[in-house]
């Protein structure tokens, strides 16, 4: 690969564009992509432009969004080898392409697709945002269950050539209802002569098109598919959505999970090629909000005011106590995220596991309270007993607000992940900080 | 769903093993498993040994390691029974439930396998842990490229029927090395008497089997494939690996990212089932090297003792400030460590993110700035400037902080996660007491 990158760099530099459009079309398209990406403004889309039909259709779809717009600006005065493109590319990917670019200017663009490929796009866009009929293609093969495997083949030789995948053969009957999806290999290695329908086991997976994505998701783990079935309320099927889509959504997914957990309000795509007035945007909001949250521990400090003026050993243990609250905390929230993520643990489960993660906090309480207690057995030891008893209870009020905060936001129909660690942070700490001082001068 | 569920939750109940056993017989692996999981302890294994062979088989690999263990150990004295169903899990399902099993009942439970599938599973599991070779299957099929698309089909007859797959069919050259790949798609179109080797292109993407599971992720997101061949150092292929395997693994090792980001030692498989004791081991160990991180900042703000019992208002702005740095760290850490995960953003990069940075976090930090010398305004106009000015330097040297530890992390061959969100508090907390007391001895 360095081999080629260095090879493509100098011919570039040497504007050697007919040796490059020989070469270029010679390796594939994950590639090419690189190759274009990395290649100096201007020159990258004349790179793309030297590609054969095929290959610009494949690396389109790997291209960065900003990238897509590029080229087809450059190519916005070539109408014919514009519309060849954009009619090339898989419906699902033009979806997503047009998805990004501001209204006007995708609905200019739909116009250079052929009528056929004008329709598809118009209906995939009709989808709410994140709903599955906004991954689907509608590229795949259906027979008949009457027919023969024979007659199968010969269906699918002609109409098999558009189709994304081959791997999964649709059943359906005459409203096109979908009547048993079936692997291709067992087509294959059944007799020619029988029946379709003498394959079927009339059990299929299906998703429904107004569906959430992270249905989708979930569908593709717990059954092993390729592709699955897209159905409208009908049971008509409209299209389907193959798993490297589906890889793309779960990834994501779990990109805006991490970033929630560390209070970025909206996902940040590549920080590398982000602007930084848009991270700066998407990071202000909750560092703000937070102040606000901390306003109550400043509050809380305030009144103990003469308390700390006698004994200011207490403020040297503050961090430290708060802290260890937080981080409390952040461990019990983490779990409950991703487990309420992945599915492992549902809302109606948060009493079963409040009972465990009281024993669990205590555990770490009275760890973390023999710790602290040899701390201040050096540094303070007037006030071991009260730092030892704090670090008990901050630790457990710390990992109990932890455990329930991603259940509370999910039951107001909130994303878990807002329960970001520095969120609890601030809270643990307004609780921290009462805990610490109300001991203090309870028993000093 | 429910109705299902209820109607055996009612025969499970009754002991109507009778119809169990037909009506179990007559719905999917996935319904199975959930009714088998959902059973009271010894009737999950009796609901199991119900199933016919092929169900039998489907659900086994659908079960939690432990239902699995459940089943073998009742099954132990049914020799037949059980090594029959051995026998039939695929090898990568097999070799990922021998893998969890204590090594000496893993050797017992080998000897049931046939002598040809011993040998598979043997081969399977003498591969690095976290390696791909631990995730293939040899249930592939392979063809010569000199065969016509005809008698390839023939021989695929013969020999797919034990393949996981036929989407992707392989050809081999004399020495079985991997010469291409071809989805099937392309051979049910082409022209049965073409032979083989006429719709080659030569290229093939392929993973080694001593590399990381990592590697494969990002293969199967950059090449959208069905499954991967897997060849050793010669080029000989070895077996294949298929995306829902991939997924898997994709979503253990960002469960493990978020983890760890949490500062939790081990990634927690599932809260629900765990046991609290593997919990609190696995939670312990970093709150405790929090706290020893933590008495440093005890330390600095003892040194400052004296300006404390001055200007005791300081104090109140104390959790406020120093939070805020860890809050805009964390951010930082967040954006770095997930971009770092799925390969956005190169180690090498670094020091193209920290001028950018510099400019967010100074745009973060004077809005900060201003937010909390409006609420120092109103409780404490004395120490405005004081304020302000910490709060600017904290969340700038917070940010950067965030920034560079993942990769520094990344450069010392650790997981960049390790730069949790507690962790970075911590560190950003030593950070503000140190910048909050000199800045206000400064001025004041």
Redesign the interface.
């Known amino acids: 690969m360095v081999d080629i990158k260095t090879r493509f760099e100098q011919l570039i530099e040497n504007k050697d564009w007919k040796e490059l459009k020989v070469e270029l079309n010679d390796i594939?398209p994950?590639q090419i992509t690189e190759i274009i990406e990395d290649a100096p403004d201007g020159d990258d889309v004349l790179l793309f432009r030297l590609l054969n039909r095929k290959l610009a259709k494949e690396t389109f779809q790997l291209l960065s969004h900003d990238m897509q717009e590029e080229i087809i600006e450059s190519m916005a005065r070539n109408v014919k080898k514009l519309s060849t493109l954009l009619n090339d590319i898989e419906p699902d990917d033009r979806t997503a392409f047009f998805e990004e670019l501001p209204g006007t200017i995708s609905q200019r663009l739909i116009q250079f697709l052929s009528p056929e490929e004008r329709n598809t796009t118009i209906r995939l866009l009709g989808y709410p945002e994140d709903s599955i009929g906004r991954l689907m293609t509608p590229e795949y093969v259906a027979v008949n269950p009457e027919h023969t495997i024979e007659e199968a083949?010969a269906h699918?030789?002609v109409y098999?050539?558009d189709?994304e995948?081959?791997?999964v053969v649709y059943i359906v009957d005459k409203e096109w209802k979908l009547v048993d999806d079936i692997?291709?290999?067992e087509l294959?290695?059944a007799d020619p002569q029988q029946k379709v329908q003498d394959l079927l086991d009339y059990?299929f997976v299906a998703l429904n098109a107004m569906d959430d994505q992270e249905t989708a998701i979930g569908a593709?783990?717990?059954?092993?598919r390729?592709a699955l079935p897209v159905l409208n309320s009908e049971g008509v099927l409209l299209g389907i959505v193959?798993?490297?889509d589906i890889?793309?959504v779960?990834?994501e997914e779990?990109?805006e999970?991490?970033?929630k957990?560390?209070?970025?309000q909206q996902s940040?795509?590549?920080?590398?090629k982000e602007r930084?007035w848009g991270?700066?945007k998407n990071?202000?909001v909750?560092?703000?909000a937070?102040?606000f949250v901390?306003?109550f521990?400043?509050?809380a400090?305030?009144s103990f005011?003469s308390l700390?003026?006698t004994v200011?050993?207490l403020?040297?243990?503050?961090?430290?106590l708060?802290?260890?609250g937080?981080?409390?905390g952040?461990?019990s929230?983490?779990?409950?995220?991703?487990?309420l993520a992945?599915g492992?643990?549902k809302v109606s489960?948060w009493y079963?596991?409040i009972g465990?993660e009281f024993?669990?906090s205590f555990?770490?309480g009275v760890?973390?309270a023999a710790?602290?207690a040899a701390?201040a057995s050096f540094?303070a030891p007037e006030i071991i007993l009260v730092v030892a008893l704090s670090m008990l209870l901050i630790?457990m009020t710390g990992s109990l607000i932890g455990l329930l905060l991603p259940f509370l936001f999910t039951k107001f129909r909130l994303d878990p992940a807002t329960a970001?660690?520095?969120l609890i942070?601030?809270i643990a700490?307004i609780c921290g900080?009462l805990i610490y001082f109300s001991i203090a001068s309870w028993i000093m």
């Open positions: 594939d994950v083949f699918i030789r098999g050539k189709s995948t081959l791997n692997r291709i290999k294959i290695l059990r593709f783990q717990d059954y092993d390729v193959t798993f490297d890889m793309d779960a990834e779990s990109t999970d991490f970033h957990f560390g209070s970025i940040i795509a590549n920080p590398l930084a991270m700066y990071r202000i909750w560092l703000l937070l102040v901390n306003i521990s400043g509050a400090i305030s005011e700390i003026q200011v050993s403020v040297f243990f503050l961090p430290l708060i802290d260890s937080g981080n409390a952040s461990q929230a983490t779990l409950m995220i991703r487990a992945i492992d643990v489960d079963k596991l465990k024993i669990i555990l770490l760890t973390m710790g602290v701390i540094r630790v970001s660690a520095p942070t601030s700490d900080v």
